[in-house]
């Protein structure tokens, strides 16, 4: 049973656009969710987070929201750059036992920034 | 910067073969993870490690073993490689046990499996 999912395989956007990935997740004990962006050929890189008690958190261009009724997330990105074209994983946090955590990830979205 | 590197970044073996995968982090980190990833399924955790010889199962540990005799290093064992083990291996590490702590990842191993 997949417990963070990410419905749109792909996001296409005109560069200075917005672009709105999501991610719904089914574990209410999830206390912290990450998003990573991924490059071919390279391993994913963190890209920016939010804590369970919270419901926006802004780096820059991107932004987090969490809506934890609904068990969704979204990370915007304005204004959005050829560069930002990647696959972006959202990821969510449990406790494993002791003093650990461990994520899980959802399948990603291929996001394509057009020039 | 946190680097994370692992031995290869290709390799076929054929199947029935025993395969390792070495992982090294430069940054004492305590937390060391394996994951892979296949198209249309994400990343999935094999296995991790919170401290020397330690290790945890994670969601799909079977067909993998894993060993940590050094802090900085975590291999991935594949006992006996089979075809459904083709796929990207990824190696990550992060230096707290919180449920904010980011992990860093390596570039990533491509296995194939003939």
């Known amino acids: 049973d997949q417990q963070v999912k990410q419905n749109s395989p792909s996001l296409s956007v005109q560069e200075g656009r917005i672009s709105i990935l999501n991610c719904d997740y089914t574990n209410s004990m999830f206390d912290y969710f990450l998003w990573y962006k991924k490059y071919p050929a390279e391993g994913p890189t963190f890209l920016i987070s939010i804590s369970s008690i919270k419901d926006k958190n802004e780096d820059g261009r991107f932004t987090v929201f969490l809506n934890k009724s609904a068990k969704h997330l979204s990370l915007h990105i304005v204004p959005s750059q050829p560069g930002d074209s990647a696959v972006y994983f959202c990821a969510a946090s449990e406790w494993s036992g002791g003093s650990n955590y461990k994520l899980t990830f959802g399948k990603g979205t291929l996001l394509t920034v057009n020039p | 910067d946190v680097k994370v590197t692992q031995s290869s970044r290709y390799l076929v073996k054929r199947t029935g073969e025993k395969v390792f995968l070495e992982c090294v982090q430069d940054m004492d980190h305590e937390n060391m993870f394996w994951y892979r990833q296949d198209p249309g399924l994400g990343l999935r955790l094999i296995y991790f490690s919170y401290d020397v010889k330690m290790k945890e199962k994670g969601d799909i540990p079977e067909g993998y073993s894993v060993s940590r005799e050094k802090k900085e290093r975590f291999s991935l064992i594949l006992e006996s490689a089979s075809t459904n083990q083709t796929s990207m291996y990824l190696c990550?590490?992060?230096?707290?046990?919180?449920?904010?702590?980011?992990?860093?990842f390596g570039p990533g191993t491509r296995l194939t499996v003939t």
């Open positions: 990550a590490s992060s230096l707290l046990t919180g449920a904010q702590d980011e992990q860093y």
